[in-house]
């Protein structure tokens, strides 16, 4: 029993002290998140062969000391000396580009929700996307996971990707959607932002600060279903001048669209904005 275990012990030293000393080189450059390539270029220097590459790699993320966060690309372990630990924002930043922080994740972090989101939603003109294994054809939207947090990609047109701004978050700089922006991704898909009712309750903390000509200006870039929503709720719940609003509600529609996109067709008709109030938490004021 005894040879099995001496024939084992320079396979783990190829692995692991190679390995950890991988490790400590990436954290000294500051590459927190790096590709297979990348490290590469470095494995050489540490007595790490290109042939055992692939299964180092593999090995220190099933030691704890790297994280997998797609094919080809890994992150540092917070547990690493001298390497901080990489927030999920800027893990979202790695595996999508372009990216932009969304919908209830940019609520939460411009302070206009209460509730703290389980996932991180992801906003990008990407065609293709992470997705977990066999969730080609999901239509839940779980999320891919990574390290024990999941991200929800949600993607729309290169020309509706916009209002997008750079935040500092820890010591990444991230890509994020303004306030107003993120108000309006509230409005047309309040399913990844915590509900109708939640926008609604973001709207009303936004209030005193709403840039209200480029939260216009966004909805007009947009499609007519949202200016529409947009226009009733500045209206009727942020007591906007109507005059104000012109440009919004001249904006052509055809038929009846609801304010909660996700809700079941009922309720009053407002014919001015054509839309249905089928959202409880909705009224005139």
């Known amino acids: 029993m005894s040879r099995p275990r001496d024939a084992a012990r320079p396979r783990r030293a190829v692995y692991t002290s190679p390995g950890t000393e991988l490790v400590r080189r990436l954290a000294e450059r500051g590459e927190r998140i790096f590709t297979v390539k990348e490290a590469g270029q470095i494995a050489s220097k540490v007595g790490l062969s290109a042939g055992y590459l692939h299964e180092g790699l593999h090995h220190l993320a099933r030691s704890g000391w790297i994280v997998r966060l797609r094919k080809g690309l890994y992150a540092l372990a917070g547990s690493v000396p001298g390497a901080s630990s990489v927030h999920e ?6 595996l999508v580009k372009p990216a932009g922080i969304s919908h209830w994740s940019a609520l939460s972090h411009h302070g206009l929700t209460e509730q703290v989101p389980r996932k991180v939603f992801v906003l990008t003109t990407a065609r293709s996307v992470p997705r977990a294994r066999g969730a080609r054809h999901d239509r839940s939207h779980s999320g891919y996971p990574v390290a024990g947090t999941r991200y929800v990609f949600i993607q729309t047109k290169p020309n509706r990707f916009f209002g997008i701004d750079e935040v500092w978050v820890g010591e990444a700089r991230i890509k994020m959607t303004d306030p ?10 309040p399913q990844y932002c915590g509900g109708l009712p939640e926008v609604l309750h973001a709207f009303t903390v936004r209030g005193p600060k709403l840039e209200l000509k480029r939260i216009i200006g966004y909805a007009l870039k947009l499609d007519a279903a ?17 005059a104000q609003l012109e440009p919004l509600q001249a904006v052509p529609i055809k038929g009846y669209r609801t304010l909660d996109p996700t809700g079941p067709r009922h309720g009053a ?5 054509m839309i249905q109030v089928n959202a409880p938490g909705a009224s005139k004021r």
Not at 89 to 94: D, G, L, N, Q, T
Not at 180 to 189: K, M, P, Q, V
């Open 269 to 273: 008709c407002d014919r001015r904005w």
């Open 89 to 94: 924002f800027e893990i979202a930043m790695a």
């Open 226 to 242: 949202t200016a529409k929503r947009l226009g009733w709720i500045l209206e009727h719940q942020m007591r906007i001048d109507a």
């Open 180 to 189: 107003e922006r993120t108000l309006l991704d509230g409005l047309s898909a």
